[in-house]
T-cell receptor
């Protein structure tokens, strides 16, 4: 049972280069998320997709774009990488996003992370 | 908006010591509360959760009680092991609308020495 799979695991870019982080889940989850993790900052939400066909900005969306390709896949694109985007990126998914009281306890399943360095 | 504050680390303990990691939150309404754990080189995993006031979440010897009166969800374990060395994140998730996303604390690194 793979869960959430992210690729690549490591990437080094030069300033101004573009790249796409791929994420796929095999749990038939409706909602998917991209977070970045920085020392002393915890995890911050970049974008999320509550359901197939929808995407919304999170806390730190600037410099990123996302595509919910289908129910399984949610990609994160850096069009022009900057050193400030050096971070560890985590994709996550959950069964649903928010439907009132019942969904308040939805659990996120995380991928193993992608470490990106921008020089 | 919603927020989570957890104690600064790192925390270094000897094996079999008692662990407490403090977590307090600010939220409107009645959020759900979580502890996630991140082992070295891995993604986050759910450790335990609580969905309403006075609920106690527990797993692998860890416990946390949802205290609405003190807006707290402190993580405790009576006897830590070297294998518990990891980063622990407190998190909350609001109910409905824009409150539905998971918000994390900054994480507390725990090192357990044999």
């Amino acid at each position: 049972n793979a869960g959430v799979t992210q690729t690549p695991k490591f990437q080094v870019l030069k300033t101004g280069q573009s790249m796409t982080l791929q994420c796929a889940q095999d749990m038939n989850h409706n909602s998917m998320y991209w977070y970045r993790q920085d020392p002393g900052m915890g995890l911050r939400l970049i974008y999320y997709s509550a359901s197939e066909g929808t995407t919304d900005k999170g806390e730190v969306p600037n410099g990123y774009n996302v595509s919910r390709l289908n129910k399984r896949e949610f990609s994160l694109r850096l069009e022009s990488a900057a050193p400030s985007q050096t971070s560890v990126y985590f994709c996550a998914s959950s069964e649903v996003w928010s439907q009132g009281m019942l969904s308040g306890a939805n659990v996120l399943t995380f991928g193993a992370g992608s470490r990106l360095t921008v020089l | 908006g919603n927020s989570v504050t957890q104690m600064e680390g790192p925390v270094t303990l000897s094996e079999e010591a008692f662990l407490t990691i403090n977590c307090t939150y600010t939220a409107t309404g009645y959020p759900s509360l979580f502890w996630y754990v991140q082992y070295p080189g891995e993604g986050l995993q759910l450790l335990l959760k609580a969905t309403k006031a006075d609920d106690k979440g527990s797993n692998k010897g860890f416990e946390a009680t949802y205290r609405k009166e003190t807006t707290s969800f402190h993580l405790e374990k009576g006897s830590v092991q070297v294998s518990d060395s990891a980063v622990y994140f407190c998190a909350l998730r609001g109910r409905g609308g824009s409150q539905g996303n998971l918000i994390f604390g900054k994480g507390t690194k725990l090192s357990v020495k044999p």
